[in-house]
């Protein structure tokens, strides 16, 4: 299995993923096969082509002779670079289908795909998480071709998000600090393309399961000192009062201070140790109580 960093860069390096085939086959190069079937002719004569040489006034311009005659004409005074004959389809401006290239991607990391929408400038809602770490959180693909744009999509989803999501990035190149250090704050996975989506000998895509912000239990690396959910919130609610239990009751024996307990119920975080012991209390595991399930003792009682 191997990576595929020319294609993911390409994603970034190719404005509004709009350029003639051959720009697609220079910038993907070896991982050209890979987004070959997604490229979408438009009815629109392209304005460059590329350029082996670096002479001034380089890349070769596209002449459109009419009749279906094109030729890539190079720029430069003395017009040392070869004039290339071109067909129609090698003229014309191809744009890459986004929602088709991500779904297999995004299947194959445990991502369950949904028709693709934009929610604001280079972000768009593609799925939900059916990874164990981030499952049901709502995942964003984020396609910057700069670092000011990539830094402005950060912020304007922290501040139409309030709750945990799942992040996807073709690269890291324009990731920093200050914008990690946001992300980390508010529990966001963010899953890299470039690093963690193989292809095997099939030319079929996999994920390698690494993980960055957040980590399931017993993987390697830091793990968030709070977690919650509303969902969570609400689970222990009814679980309180279909045992017919008090806060006091209950916080003993999941092992937890009544004011641990009251905050929990108010904000909907606790520590990640005491909302397991709460869990286990109740019966369930904590990614099922994150999720709001309930025993079935309870949900067979609260059915009566």
């Known amino acids: ?29 070896e991982d050209f096969e890979y987004a070959r079937p997604y490229l979408q002719p438009t009815d629109k004569i392209g304005g460059r082509y590329p350029c082996p040489n670096s002479f001034s006034g380089c890349p070769r311009r596209i002449i459109d002779y009419d009749e279906d005659e094109f030729a890539a004409i ?4 003395h017009q040392r670079c070869e004039r290339v004959p071109l067909t129609r389809r090698e003229a014309l401006i191809h744009r890459l289908d986004l929602a088709g290239l991500l779904r297999p991607v995004l299947r194959a990391a445990s991502i369950r795909p ?23 959180f709502p ?34 190149q324009f990731r920093t600090v200050e914008s990690e250090g946001w992300l980390r704050d508010r529990r966001v996975e963010c899953l890299c393309l470039e690093d963690q989506v ?33 969902e969570a919130v609400a689970a222990v609610k ?42 286990r209390a109740m019966g369930v595991t904590l990614e099922q109580l994150l999720r709001g399930e309930l ?9 009566r």
């Open 139 to 172: 995942v964003y693909f984020l396609l910057a071709h700069s670092a000011i744009p990539h830094r402005a999509a950060v912020n304007r989803l922290l501040l139409d998000i309030s709750d945990s999501f799942l992040l996807v990035l073709p690269t890291n």
């Open 198 to 230: 193989l292809v095997d000998e099939q030319g079929e895509f996999r994920w390698a399961r690494t993980v960055e912000t957040r980590r399931a239990a017993g993987e390697p690396g830091p793990v968030p000192r709070s977690v919650g959910s509303y």
């Open 238 to 279: 009814h679980y309180i009062q279909a045992r017919g239990l008090s806060q006091t009751e209950f916080s003993i024996q999941a092992g937890v201070s009544e004011r641990t307990l009251r905050s929990f119920l108010a904000k909907g975080k606790m520590r990640r140790s005491s909302l397991d012991g709460v869990a």
């Open 295 to 303: 025993p079935p003792s309870v949900k067979r009682s609260a059915r």
């Open 74 to 77: 190079c720029q430069d005074e």
């Open 114 to 136: 949904q028709s693709i929408a934009q929610h604001s400038p280079g972000v768009w809602v593609v799925g939900l998480s059916e990874q164990t770490h981030t499952r049901n």
């Open 1 to 29: 299995m191997r990576k595929l960093p020319k294609l993911w860069r390409a994603l970034e390096g190719i404005p509004g993923l709009l350029a003639v085939l051959e720009v697609w086959r220079q910038e993907c190069g």
